[in-house]
């Protein structure tokens, strides 16, 4: 199982699901098994916890980027 593309997966999948993300805003690891469909340690789940977190921060100040740029 490769980490970084389950970050990318999770990440996709929260910001495309309101639902999911105030799951994953609430309690992110219980958001992680539901989305992987299997429990997987802590150690692992932590790890992709913290990359859907800089994950969901990078795209969210791309997206503020590019509306400030079609404000100008």
Do not use: H, N, T, Y
């Not at 309101?18 to 539901?34: H, T, Y």
């Not at 990359?51 to 400030?68: R, S, Y």
């Amino acid at each position: 199982m490769e980490i970084k593309e389950k970050i990318e997966q999770m990440a996709k999948k929260v910001l495309s699901d309101k639902a999911l993300m105030e799951l994953f805003k609430k309690d992110p690891i219980k958001a992680v098994e539901k989305v992987l469909g299997v429990d997987l340690p802590d150690e692992l789940v932590e790890k992709i916890v913290d990359g859907v977190k800089a994950q969901i921060a990078v795209d969210g100040a791309k997206d503020a980027l590019g509306m400030l740029k079609k404000l100008f």
